[in-house]
């Protein structure tokens, strides 16, 4: 009965999108909910937000993240609390855990939920498919079902400043579950939110010409409005930006509130990676580029020319 | 070691998506197919590996239909050695446990020690498959590589981790890899490879002969409804002289969406 969230920590602490899940879960009124924490971390405020149980595996095994430690701990954990469903945030941990988990427990997996419904009882989800061209619904038919959920998908109340009874245990798992061992974390290549997670994004394509006509004009662009830069795939195969800014179908997919599109096409591959953000800005020289056609606001123009003054209003604006 | 490759063939990812009229899937008349683009990579890791002298002959996996065969062929024109093609009425209605469960078991036959797929099929975008069959395999997993070195029976891998991370980690094979952009540059098949691979044999199976029956591809995910996303509000252009434009621009994200 009930669900059963996992809740992302960073720092020792749990990240809003624990507390988003949180919140969803107790709003579907489908059974008590229990917040789920793997390692050390400060788990006081989670009954703020919807937990009615805390289930803490204050274990250092699972600090660092491995698929087999990590996948025994979710099955004792659905067993210790007879879940009937489990949430987790749709990052790097659900996409490598859970569909081990759903082969192991025989659990069916939604995946990357972008909204979630009680339906006579039952969890119902909604996902994109053929990145994000078509939306379908999403239900498991098994005792367990294991439903990702895209974060920034529902908005965070307040706390009700609420306290959870909180179960502290090891999860049963020790060192001996760790199978593929981490060695070593590389830091990500630029220093701003990760584009998957970013709020504001500026990109940049082909039409940046170079490596040092990005580096010149996007990056200080993004950085006057606080924004994560990214990119086209021609930018990207054309060595002008990392693989790990391409926004797409083949790179990622973001959901920010403002993208700004600096000389970009609007190839539907591109487009399957941000049409949803909130607000889109495009500028190109190309009045028939097919950009305009999702582009809340757009400006028919040379990009050298309106990236320096829109850096420019933006300092003045934010400063 | 024989190493296994898992390709799905997708609609390429420029297809415009139209929905069929029960809602239950598109409508495929106009589509152009493709090998899914992240498989591409795994194709050639696998390829690069048994050139390494990691292994010793690269077999293509995969659940799918006689029409993907023309695809399978250019897949084997790039260095593939042969294909097992499972073909299976009951594969129609299976789920991505039921598409594991079926390429596991294919695994299992042609007695694969590595297994190489991509991150995802871009039709579903499940990205569940490879671990499943890890899962049901009893192998490592590594989920979105973008680095590979294998040693002996060990393996050192570059993965995807939270916040744009990546980790190093180390394991023991047999195991999973799933594919990502970066692992290498997918290359072209040569005309003299494309007629060679003309005679390379494509294995046609059944779930028996794999030893699973249809209950085993059962699913347990439903997806219907499905629908396109609501469209965008139009937009608007703004005109003028550069500098009003980029003031205009400035004010309009602050007072009108007010997302600055
Ligand atoms: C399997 C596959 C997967 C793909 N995945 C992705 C993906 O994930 N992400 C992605 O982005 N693409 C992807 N693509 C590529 C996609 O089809 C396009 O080729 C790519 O997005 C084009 O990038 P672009 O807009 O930078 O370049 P172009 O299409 O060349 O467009 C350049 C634009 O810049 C404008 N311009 C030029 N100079 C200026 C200037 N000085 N000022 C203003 N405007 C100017 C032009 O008018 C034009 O509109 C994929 C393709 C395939 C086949
Ligand atoms: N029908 C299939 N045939 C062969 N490989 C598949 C099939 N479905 C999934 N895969 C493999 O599993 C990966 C992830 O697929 P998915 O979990 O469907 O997103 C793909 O990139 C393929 O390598």
Redesign the pocket.
């Known amino acids: 009965m009930g669900i059963l969230v996992l809740c992302d920590t960073d720092g020792g602490a749990p990240r809003k999108s624990a507390y988003e899940l949180l919140g969803k879960a107790k709003a579907l009124g489908l059974g008590p909910v229990t917040a789920l924490v793997l390692g050390s971390a400060d788990v006081s405020s989670l009954g703020g937000y919807g937990a009615d149980a805390v289930l803490h595996y204050d274990n250092a095994v699972l600090g660092t993240y491995s698929t087999g430690a990590v996948v025994k701990a979710l099955a004792n954990a659905i067993a210790a609390t007879g879940a009937q469903y489990v949430l987790a945030s749709a990052n790097q941990v659900a996409r490598d855990a859970f569909p081990r988990l759903s082969a192991r427990i025989g659990a069916g997996y939604a995946v990357e939920c972008t909204d979630l419904r009680s339906e006579g009882g039952k969890l119902v989800g909604r996902r994109p498919v053929y990145a994000g061209k078509a939306l379908v619904d999403v239900a498991t038919n098994s005792a367990v079902g294991l439903y990702s959920v895209r974060p920034n998908s529902f908005p965070i109340g307040a706390s009700t400043g609420a306290s959870a009874p909180v179960t502290v245990s090891d999860g049963g798992v020790s060192a001996a579950d760790v199978d593929v061992k981490v060695v070593q974390t590389l830091a990500p290549e630029g220093k701003e939110v990760d584009l998957t997670e970013a709020d504001r994004i500026v990109s940049g ?3 940046l010409k170079s490596k040092e006509g990005f580096d010149s004009v996007v990056r200080p662009l993004a950085a006057a409005v606080h924004a994560t830069p990214g990119a ?4 990207v195969d054309a060595g002008y930006a990392h693989h790990g800014d ?6 990622k997919v973001v959901n920010p509130s403002l993208y700004i599109a600096l ?3 609007g ?1 539907i ?2 487009l399957a ?1 941000m049409r949803t953000s909130r607000v889109i800005v495009a ?4 009045a028939d ?1 097919p950009i305009f056609q999702y582009a809340t606001y757009g400006i028919v123009g ?3 020319e309106y990236a320096p003054l829109l850096q420019k209003e933006f300092e003045k604006a934010l400063s | 070691m024989k190493i296994g490759v898992c390709l799905k063939q997708v609609p390429a ?2 297809t415009r998506v139209v929905v069929n009229p029960t809602a239950s899937g598109i409508l495929t008349n106009d589509v152009k197919w493709e090998i899914n ?1 992240y498989d591409d990579y795994a194709l050639e890791e696998a390829v690069r590996q048994k050139a390494a002298g990691k292994g010793t002959e690269v077999v293509i996996l995969t659940v799918g239909g006689a029409e993907t065969e023309q695809r399978l062929r250019d897949a084997l024109a790039r260095g593939a050695d042969r294909v097992v093609r499972v073909d299976d009425p009951a594969m129609a209605g299976a789920d991505a446990l039921g598409y594991a469960r079926a390429l596991a078991a294919a695994a299992k036959a042609e007695d694969v020690g590595v297994l190489f797929c991509g991150r995802q099929a871009v039709d579903g975008d499940n990205g569940a498959v490879p671990a499943m069959i890890a899962e049901l395999l009893g192998w490592s997993q590594v989920s979105w590589i973008d680095k590979l070195a294998i040693d002996g029976g060990s393996f050192t891998a570059n993965r995807a981790a939270g916040g744009g991370a990546k980790e190093v980690v180390t394991g023991a094979l047999p195991g999973v890899f799933t594919c990502d952009k970066g692992l290498n540059e997918p290359r072209m098949a040569t005309l003299p490879n494309i007629m060679a691979a003309k005679k390379k044999p494509i294995v046609v199976k059944n779930l028996d002969a794999i030893g699973l029956s249809a209950g085993a591809v059962a699913p347990l995910v439903a997806e219907t409804a499905m629908s396109l996303p609501p469209a965008r509000p139009a937009g608007r252009k703004l005109t003028g002289d550069a500098a009003t434009v980029a003031a205009e621009l400035v004010r309009l994200l602050r007072e009108e969406a007010k997302v600055i």
């Open positions: 394509g082909r039409s086209s795939r021609a930018a391409q926004v797409g179908q083949t790179g000389g970009i096409s190839a591959q591109h990676g500028v190109n020289k190309d580029a040379d990009l050298f | 990812t420029d683009p």
